[in-house]
């Protein structure tokens, strides 16, 4: 009876999984998406969806290197429409970060240019990560460590494969949906005067605004250190003589009837004065 199941099983189609349908996403939507009604002021940060047109690999890229891009759907504030479906744009690799050992992943730094409107000037557009990195889930970093440690029972030098063991690159291909942040608002508010306004600075506290960069000065004040002294004070001032000292006057006799005992007196005596030598005798001739 088995051999009959297995048999009927066997004669019966093999399964196959149908492939994913490709959507081309190289060129820019027919239809984009409508704006909401009543925007007249479009603030900074607000997103914008670009395609890519070129690849970007953190093994292949190179510093300096221009990818091309456009804008999947049209940008339209106050029903102007500043920049249509298709629209190119470019960003600028700074610097790439190849994968390295010890799962160590690459990344790719990244500038974007402004979007250039037509008949309304550049928009500044800033990417919401500088730094392009691969982000795994907890779930997957979970998994990963979970199966290093089973592994790792059983396969004695697995610990050396594991140090050696190099990570994934950053690698996204033509045709991936970029999302970008404006830099700058616009301000349709009346439609035949559209104004594209820098965002104000900001203020971490009370303090003043300063530049981001500081000028040097025009020339570097001296230190400040103490002047030469002035003439006719050579050295430290003289120090002061000892004033002469004063005789001790004797001490007063003691009364009747009690028996004090009197210091003994004090006798100040004047130093030795020094004698001259005597002069020799003349030798009679």
Known sequence: MLGLVAFGCAAGPAARALPVPQVDRSHP????????????????????????????????????????MHLRDALVVNGVTLAPAGTPGSMTIVRTHHAASGDNDGSVQISLAPLALPQYGTLPIRAINEYLTIDHTAGQLSTRDATDTVVDIFVPTYVIWQALRKGHEYVLQPGTVFRALTGGAIDARDPHSIAIQSPEPLFTGGEMPHAAITESPFFTP?????????????????????SPSTPVAP????????????????????????????????TPH
């Not at 230190?223 to 002035?230: D, I, V």
């Not at 005992?261 to 003349?282: E, M, R």
């Open 29 to 68: 939507a027919a239809t984009p998406t409508p704006p909401p009604e009543g925007i007249a002021f479009l603030p900074v940060g607000s997103p914008l969806y670009f395609v890519l047109d070129d690849p970007i690999s953190s093994a292949r890229s190179r510093p300096g290197d221009v990818v091309h």
């Open 222 to 242: 001296a230190p400040m250190l103490p002047g030469p002294p002035r003439k006719g004070r050579r050295g430290a001032p003289p120090s002061p003589s000892p």
């Open 251 to 282: 001490s007063p006799p003691p009364t009747s009837g009690a028996s004090v005992t009197a210091p003994p007196a004090v006798t100040l005596t004047a130093p030795p004065t020094p004698l001259s030598a005597p002069a020799p005798a003349a």
